[in-house]
């Protein structure tokens, strides 16, 4: 009678871990899919480049082309001569061209004009890049490298600093090909300010590896601590009842045993695996235990690294 009942109770509480380990299990897919996918995808996407070879020496490193191998170690690339990416040339507007492309058009349209696919749900609306009015951030060289870089708060354009960038100098002077008027003349000490940034700082690219391997180390991980033994069930002994009654999902709970920190302080553990119920593979019933029976416990799951006389009080947070 009170077995039924504590073994339906152990089901709801499994079932309740179950979806508990089910929504993290998405949620880590979905930071995974963001944090590796979606860039990777971007960079799929992007249509080839021109080829960077004939690009002055001191430039040719800010090149980089991000659609390059997906395993790559990081590097710091050297600062780039401001000489090679202020003024507009044909080979800063061929690239600019086609970064637009991959980057741009969407929103902005193929010509600049404000009228990509995607204006339907845009608001505020982009700018005509091929006419002087309306234009809220400005148009000179300086003007639009910060609107690139930073993108505008609370609008559709976005920040694309991912952009190296010289790549994003290249970006700026074909939105500025694009229009026929007069640009005005630069603010002097902008310029000299974008060049010194240029002239003085390198970017860090990070190291990356494929989504492909990415995931066999996790999985590798998640792999390498075996699952809780549970006691057999004709084992009637105080020890496994208790086992029986606190593990609810063996897999994830020696995840949660083999990453117990401060493994002397009863307390302490006793605070960490309470908090963590039930996605950490424990049942709510460690709520319920006296210290003997986490005593016990500890003594079961992390061997003799449990003190003889365990305080509950004393620990550390
Ligand atoms: C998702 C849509 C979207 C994409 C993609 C996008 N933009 Fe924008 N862009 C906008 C919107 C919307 C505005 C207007 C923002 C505002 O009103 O402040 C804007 C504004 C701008 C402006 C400022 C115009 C002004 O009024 O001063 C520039 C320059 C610009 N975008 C360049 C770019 C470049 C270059 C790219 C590609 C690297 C790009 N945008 C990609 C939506 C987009």
């Given amino acids: 009678m009170s077995g039924e009942r504590k073994s339906s109770w152990r089901g709801e509480a499994e079932g309740l871990a179950n979806r508990y380990a089910v929504a993290s299990g998405v949620a880590v897919t979905f930071l995974l899919f963001g944090l590796i996918v979606v860039p990777a995808l971007l960079r799929e996407r992007r249509a080839p ?79 005509n890049f091929t006419q002087p009015d309306k234009w809220t951030r400005g148009f000179r060289v300086t003007d639009i490298f910060t609107t690139v870089t930073t993108g505008s708060k609370g609008t559709g354009m976005a920040p694309f600093d991912f952009i190296l960038p010289a790549d994003r100098m290249a970006l700026v002077h074909y939105v500025r090909s694009l229009g026929a008027f007069d640009h005005g003349a630069e603010d002097p000490a902008a310029i000299a300010a974008l060049a010194n940034q240029f002239r003085s700082q390198g970017v860090h690219i990070p190291n990356r590896i494929p989504v492909s391997l990415a995931i066999k180390k996790m999985v590798q991980e998640q792999a390498s601590v075996p699952p809780l033994k549970l006691p057999a069930d004709d084992d009637k002994s105080e020890a496994a009842e208790l086992l029986r009654r606190v593990i609810a999902d063996p897999a994830v709970a020696a995840r949660t045993v083999a ?27 460690l709520t319920g235990l006296h210290l003997e029976e986490w005593h016990a416990l500890a003594a079961t799951l992390l061997g003799a690294d449990v003190p003889e006389v365990p305080s509950l009080d004393g620990g550390a947070p």
Wanted: one cysteine or more.
């Fill in 259 to 285: 990453a117990t920190a401060n493994r002397g302080n009863l307390a302490a553990l006793a605070r960490a695996w309470t908090a963590g119920v039930p996605g950490n593979g424990f049942s709510t019933a």
């Fill in 49 to 127: 480049l021109p080829a960077p070879s004939d690009q002055p020496a001191a430039a040719s490193v800010g090149w980089l082309d991000q659609a390059e191998a997906p395993a790559s170690q990081g590097k710091d690339l050297p600062p780039v001569d401001p000489a090679t990416v202020l003024t507009a040339n044909a080979k800063l507007l061929a690239r600019g061209e086609a970064l637009f492309k991959q980057n741009c058009t969407s929103c902005h349209g193929d010509s600049g004009r404000g009228d990509g696919p995607a204006v339907a749900t845009l608001n505020p609306k982009p700018r």
